[in-house]
C-alpha cells in the first residue's frame, strides 16, 4: 500500500507539470483529422494525368509553361473507390520518377509530387495512392515510339533492330528510379503519421498503343506511321518486359500492381480502322492550330498514341474492379462485353 501511495505522489506532479507546459494533457499525434474526408490520389506521368483525352484542367494546357495536361477524363475519374469522397490528381505529363518523388526538380513548372502529397495527406484522409511512371526515365517510350517513326518516314530498317539490345538494360536502370520514388511516397505518409496498413499503394504498368493488323492505308500519317516489326515488338517486347520489371517494382515496395500491358488488346490506335469509336488510343495526332505559335509548336505532336477518354474510362472501370478486391496482383483484360476487369494473378 505505501508504496502505491508513493507512486501516485510521484505521478500527480508529472501530470500537473505537462498541464502547465502546454494547452492540452495530450499533444495532437500526426495525421489528418477524425473528420477529414477521404481521398484517393493519382500520381505519375501522362497516361495518369490524361494525356490524350483532352477537356485539360485550366493552367495545364500550356499556359505559363505548363503542359501536364490533366484532364477532367483521366482515369483517375473513373475510379469508384467505396468511402472516398474526394479525388486528387497530382500526375504531369512528362514526369519522371524522380519529380513523382522527393525533389527539389521542376520540370512543365511543377515540383515534386510527393511533397504536395503530404500538403493533401494532412487535410484529407488518404485511402488509395495510385501511381503510373517509369516510362520517361531511361526507357523514354515517347523518343522510342518517334525513333520508330521517323524510321518509317526515312524508309530505314525497324527501329526496333537498333532499340532491342539496350531496351532491357534502359529498364533495368529504371526500376530503382521507380523504387526509390514509391519509397518516397511511403515516407511522406509516414511523417504525416500514416501507417502502410492504413492506406493502399497502388504502382501500374502501362498499355501498348499500337499493335500491328492494322488496316495498311492507316499505316501511314493519315493514323499510325509505323512499320510493321516495330508494331510488334512495341507490343510484345517492349512494354511486356517494361510491365514485368515494374511488377517486381511493386513488390520491392510490398505495393500491389496492376497490370494494363495488354489492357488495350485489338483497341489500339488504327486498329479500328474506318470506326476510330472503337479503339482507346489516340492516332498521329497534329494539333495544327498550335503549330501556329512558336512555343505550342513543341507540343503539336503531344497526345499522340495516348489513351483517349474511353481508354482513360476502361483503365478507371479496371482499377475500381481491382481495388474492391484482396488481391496483390492483377491484369486488365476485356470480358465477353468488352469492358476491362480486374483478373487477380496466380498466386
Not at 505519375?44 to 477537356?55: I, K, L, R, V
Not at 477532367?72 to 473507390?81: D, Y
Not at 476485356?334 to 498466386?347: E, I, K, S, T, W
Request: hydrophobic share 40%.
Amino acid at each position: 500500500m505505501l508504496r502505491r501511495l508513493v507512486a501516485v505522489a510521484l505521478v500527480f506532479p508529472l501530470l500537473a507539470l505537462l498541464l502547465v507546459v502546454s494547452d492540452s494533457p495530450y499533444p495532437p499525434l500526426p495525421g489528418p483529422p477524425r473528420d477529414a474526408p477521404r481521398a484517393l490520389v493519382a500520381m505519375g506521368d501522362s497516361t495518369m494525368s490524361g494525356e490524350g483525352a483532352g477537356s485539360y484542367e485550366p493552367g495545364t494546357d500550356g499556359e505559363n509553361g505548363n503542359w501536364c495536361h490533366r484532364s477532367t477524363e483521366a482515369s483517375v475519374h473513373h475510379t469508384r473507390v467505396e468511402g472516398v469522397d474526394r479525388v486528387f490528381n497530382l500526375a504531369c505529363s512528362g514526369a519522371n520518377a524522380e519529380q513523382v518523388g522527393i525533389t527539389d526538380q521542376v520540370r512543365n513548372t511543377e515540383g515534386s509530387q510527393a511533397l504536395r502529397l503530404a500538403e493533401i495527406a494532412r487535410r484529407n484522409r488518404v485511402s488509395v495512392v495510385v501511381v503510373a511512371v517509369g516510362a520517361n526515365d531511361d526507357p523514354r517510350f515517347a523518343d522510342v515510339l518517334g525513333a520508330c517513326l521517323r524510321a518509317w518516314v526515312e524508309r530505314r530498317v525497324d527501329c526496333a533492330g537498333t532499340l532491342e539490345e539496350e531496351w532491357k538494360a534502359r529498364v533495368a536502370r529504371m526500376a530503382p528510379k521507380v523504387e526509390q520514388a514509391l519509397r518516397d511516397i511511403r515516407q511522406v505518409l509516414q511523417d504525416e503519421g500514416y501507417t502502410p496498413r492504413s492506406y493502399t499503394l497502388v504502382l501500374q504498368s502501362y498499355a501498348a498503343p499500337v499493335a500491328p493488323g492494322l488496316p495498311f492505308d492507316l499505316q501511314n500519317l493519315a493514323g499510325c506511321p509505323l512499320r510493321t516489326g516495330d508494331l510488334e515488338w512495341v507490343r510484345d517486347r517492349a512494354v511486356a518486359e517494361l510491365s514485368a520489371a515494374l511488377r517486381r517494382t511493386a513488390v520491392e515496395v510490398d505495393a500491389r500492381f496492376l497490370d494494363l500491358s495488354r489492357a488495350g488488346d485489338r483497341r489500339e490506335a488504327c486498329v479500328g480502322g474506318s470506326r476510330p469509336e472503337e479503339e482507346w488510343f489516340t492516332r498521329l495526332t497534329v494539333d495544327f492550330e498550335g503549330l501556329r505559335d512558336s512555343e505550342r509548336a513543341k507540343h503539336a505532336l503531344q497526345e499522340s498514341f495516348h489513351p483517349n477518354a474511353r481508354g482513360y474510362a476502361q483503365f478507371g472501370r479496371c482499377m475500381s474492379r481491382f481495388l474492391a478486391t484482396s488481391a496483390r496482383s492483377a491484369s486488365c483484360v476485356a470480358g465477353g462485353d468488352g469492358d476491362l476487369d480486374a483478373v487477380p494473378d496466380p498466386d
